[in-house]
């Protein structure tokens, strides 16, 4: 199985701050990545998916990078709607695997 | 507009079965390759299983596999999940999930969650 690795599992911060979430995996996937949001009592939902490749209706100050084992999903300049949890997911080979997780908060 | 709407959840004791239904609308139901994704209290996100768009092929996480069942119905344009020999380790919100084509394990919809609570 494929290992997602993220970091920092917690995240304190500004709104306005620029904020970087890294996820590494156990062996090469390619592009084969998507990053998800999550809020308290929510379900998830999709940002990026293919590595780099922004979802439609999501804001452009989110984007994604990487490929292979090293992706990172960057937020520009922190809004009070974007303090979540985060999660990276492989797409490259079952079992489907995700990240454990990255939750941002308030400074 | 896509809805994805779960159903069936619920207490069960250990050993017991239970079967959840997702019913969508708003899209080409068969065109699509569906999942379900689950979160144990406060845990993040774990991958249950997915079925292709036509039915013909379904995927399982280990954890499950052998005791959960993934199939769709075409005319109904529902989704289910039978759940056979649960653990207490089963316990969980069960999210139903479009993915992004016919194959493939992006999802970019997802329905609210239905809790399913698995006593010993």
């Known amino acids: 199985d494929i290992q997602l690795t993220q970091s920092p599992s917690f995240l304190s911060a500004s709104v306005g701050d620029r904020v970087t979430i890294t996820c590494r995996a156990s062996?090469?996937?390619?592009?084969?990545l998507a990053w998800y949001q999550q809020k308290p009592g929510k379900a998830p939902k999709l940002l990026i998916y293919?590595?780099?490749t922004l979802q439609s209706g999501v804001p452009s100050r989110f984007s994604g990078s990487g490929s292979g084992t090293e992706f990172n999903l960057t937020i520009s300049s922190l809004q009070p709607e974007d303090f979540a949890s985060y999660y990276c997911?492989?797409?490259?080979?079952?079992?489907?695997?995700f990240g454990g997780g990255s939750q941002v908060e308030i400074k | 507009e896509v809805q994805l709407l779960e159903s069936g959840g619920g207490l069960v004791q250990t050993g017991g079965s239970l079967r959840l239904s997702c019913a969508a609308s708003?899209?080409?139901?068969?065109?699509?390759?569906m999942g379900w994704v689950r979160q144990a209290p406060g845990k993040g996100l774990k991958w249950v299983s997915v079925?292709?768009?036509?039915?013909?092929?379904?995927y399982y996480a280990d954890s499950v596999k052998g005791r959960f069942t993934i199939s769709r119905d075409k005319s109904k344009n529902t989704l289910y999940l039978q759940m056979n020999s649960l653990r207490p380790e089963d316990t969980a919100v069960y999210y139903c999930?479009?993915?992004?084509?016919?194959?493939?394990?992006?999802?970019?919809?997802w329905g609210q969650g239905t809790l399913v609570t698995v006593s010993s």
């Open positions: 079925i292709s768009g036509g039915g013909s092929s379904a």
């Open positions: 999930a479009k993915g992004l084509g016919p194959s493939g394990g992006v999802f970019d919809y």
């Open positions: 293919a590595a780099s």
């Open positions: 997911q492989q797409f490259n080979s079952y079992p489907l695997t």
């Open positions: 062996q090469g996937i390619s592009s084969y």
């Open positions: 708003g899209f080409t139901f068969s065109n699509y390759v």
